[in-house]
């Protein structure tokens, strides 16, 4: 178990994600990457950029090819990021609305 503080992707933390997140990461030999929350929202406005919305949660898997990237540590070949945002409970990421407003002005 991972210590972690007080966040807005509280979302991502919970009991079955986290365990189905662990045994992905074992049978890929994958690794994980902790972001923080400016990472994730710095990532959830560039996916709005282009036109994609994310909440915090959802950008967490961008943040972290993010930082890999930065940090000479990409993976090579492919690389698969799921995005997870959905439904209308989510929380607003008011980065993310206005540059998906940018992007795509009506």
Do not use: N
């Amino acid at each position: 178990k991972v210590a972690a503080g007080p966040t807005a992707a509280a979302g991502i933390g919970s009991l079955v994600s986290g365990y189905r997140g662990v045994l992905a990461l074992r049978e890929t030999d994958g690794r994980a990457v902790g972001v923080s929350d400016a990472e994730m929202h710095e990532a959830a406005a560039a996916l709005g950029r282009r036109g994609l919305w994310q909440e915090i949660c959802g950008a967490a898997a961008p943040a972290a090819l993010r930082r890999l990237v930065s940090e000479g540590g990409a993976p090579g070949g492919d690389v698969v990021l799921i995005l997870t945002s959905a439904g209308p409970d989510l929380v607003d990421d008011e980065a993310a609305i206005a540059a998906v407003r940018a992007a795509r002005p009506d």
